[in-house]
């Protein structure tokens, strides 16, 4: 029994570190952040949902006082640089759509963190330099009115919408950049601008806003949306609306990323709540803040948001946006933006 001892004991002193560990032991890390005492936090998000965050954060670590800053769409990008350029260094983390946190990592003002909770996500949600890793997954869906489509006629794939059961109504968003970004890789250039020429013949009636599309569909106005996020068509489900909805492998996913700033004034307070939102405490609360968490062991509710097996593409790392938005408005004879 001695000789077990003697040689577990060896094994746990001399055994060697795993490199994907953080560089600072734990404690110390929070001892630094304590010294720091702040966070400010931007992201998209809007506050209803991302403010749950930093009160648990703020609660389990209440020496860190916690700032949030909510920037809507392209905005959050622009601010960070335009920040950046003028040398001021206020945020410590970030929480932007990956379609904006792109131009934010292309200036090279995000810091690599491998915090040793990111071996708990898929690989296609990190990179591998540790620069970003998914904290929410907005699925792509589409959604259609179950009294306006009979049971035969439920969409299976997009393709299904150029049946001519479908003229005249469907609902697209006047900004689906990043789904028709994600069609064409998805389907090769050429025959994904093909498919998106037959679609416009199919007359889709363009909006602004994805739940807005989604809530005039539940109101019978459109059979169909072309994408909504995957956690809002099941919210309006389950408030009773006559709706369904459907993904199309692979399916597109719309993550928001937590980054870390180059610059951080406050470095250690930032990788901590990124330890904590990429935790399994941290995403359930993000779960049960209603949204999808990114973190494998984490499923969210309910489970048929996000399934494992499910082949994913993610969106926003693609063709740049200004390319994008040109374009989507030459192929619909949208005003360009």
Same mark, same amino acid.
Request: net charge positive.
């Given at each position: 029994?001695? !000789?077990?001892?003697?040689?577990?004991?060896?094994?746990? /002193?001399?055994?060697?570190?795993? !490199?994907?560990?953080?560089?600072?032991?734990?404690?110390?890390?929070?001892?630094?952040?304590?010294? %720091?005492?702040?966070?400010?936090?931007?992201?998209?998000?809007?506050?209803?949902?991302? &403010?749950?965050?930093?009160?648990?954060?703020?609660?389990?670590?209440?020496?860190?006082?916690?700032? +949030?800053?909510?920037?809507?769409?392209?905005?959050?990008?622009?601010?960070?640089?335009? #920040?950046?350029?003028?040398?001021?260094?206020?945020?410590?983390?970030?929480?932007?759509?990956?379609?904006?946190? !792109?131009?934010?990592?292309?200036?090279?003002?995000?810091?690599?963190? $491998?915090?040793?909770?990111?071996?708990?996500?898929?690989?296609?949600? !990190?990179?591998? #330099?540790? +620069?970003?890793?998914?904290?929410?997954?907005?699925?792509?869906?589409?959604?259609?009115?179950?009294?306006?489509?009979?049971?035969?006629?439920?969409?299976?794939?997009?393709?299904?919408?150029?049946?001519?059961?479908?003229?005249?109504?469907?609902?697209?968003?006047?900004?689906?950049?990043?789904?028709?970004?994600? $069609?064409?890789?998805?389907?090769?250039?050429?025959?994904?601008?093909?498919?998106?020429?037959?679609?416009? @013949?199919? =007359?889709?009636?363009?909006?602004?806003?994805?739940?807005? $599309?989604?809530?005039?569909?539940?109101?019978? =106005?459109?059979?169909?949306?072309? #994408?909504?996020?995957?956690?809002?068509? $099941?919210?309006?489900?389950?408030?009773?609306?006559? /709706?369904?909805?459907?993904?199309?492998?692979?399916?597109?996913?719309?993550?928001?990323?937590?980054?870390?700033?180059?610059?951080?004034?406050?470095?250690?307070?930032?990788?901590?709540?990124?330890?904590?939102?990429?935790?399994? %405490?941290?995403?359930?609360? /993000?779960?049960?803040?209603?949204?999808?968490?990114?973190?494998?062991?984490?499923?969210? &509710?309910?489970?048929?948001?996000? @399934?494992? =097996?499910?082949?994913?593409? /993610?969106?926003?790392?693609?063709?740049?946006?200004?390319?994008?938005?040109?374009?989507?408005? #030459?192929?619909?004879?949208?005003?360009? @933006?």
């Amino acid at each position: 029994m001695k !000789k077990y001892c003697v040689v577990f004991l060896f094994l746990l /002193v001399f055994a060697p570190a795993d !490199k994907n560990l953080t560089a600072a032991a734990p404690q110390d890390m929070v001892e630094k952040a304590k010294q %720091e005492g702040q966070l400010s936090f931007y992201t998209n998000l809007n506050i209803g949902e991302s &403010k749950p965050w930093l009160d648990a954060f703020q609660n389990k670590y209440p020496f860190i006082k916690t700032q +949030l800053v909510r920037v809507g769409g392209t905005a959050i990008a622009s601010r960070i640089v335009t #920040e950046a350029q003028t040398g001021r260094h206020l945020w410590d983390v970030a929480g932007p759509l990956m379609l904006y946190a !792109k131009e934010i990592l292309r200036r090279g003002l995000v810091a690599a963190y $491998q915090s040793a909770e990111r071996k708990s996500f898929r690989d296609e949600f !990190k990179d591998k #330099e540790g +620069l970003w890793t998914a904290v929410v997954l907005n699925t792509s869906s589409m959604m259609y009115n179950t009294k306006l489509v009979p049971p035969n006629m439920a969409p299976k794939s997009f393709d299904d919408l150029l049946n001519p059961f479908w003229k005249g109504k469907i609902s697209m968003d006047t900004e689906l950049y990043e789904w028709f970004e994600g $069609q064409l890789r998805v389907r090769g250039r050429e025959k994904g601008l093909e498919f998106m020429r037959r679609l416009k @013949r199919q =007359e889709p009636v363009f909006r602004r806003g994805r739940t807005a $599309q989604a809530e005039l569909v539940a109101a019978g =106005e459109f059979a169909v949306t072309v #994408e909504v996020y995957g956690h809002r068509a $099941q919210e309006i489900k389950d408030k009773g609306a006559p /709706v369904n909805w459907v993904v199309v492998e692979p399916v597109l996913i719309h993550p928001l990323v937590g980054i870390v700033a180059k610059n951080a004034p406050h470095p250690n307070a930032a990788r901590l709540f990124i330890d904590y939102i990429l935790s399994k %405490e941290g995403q359930t609360k /993000v779960r049960d803040e209603g949204r999808i968490p990114a973190r494998s062991d984490v499923p969210p &509710k309910p489970p048929e948001l996000m @399934r494992k =097996e499910w082949r994913v593409e /993610v969106v926003g790392l693609g063709e740049e946006i200004g390319e994008v938005r040109k374009l989507y408005a #030459e192929t619909f004879g949208l005003p360009t @933006r």
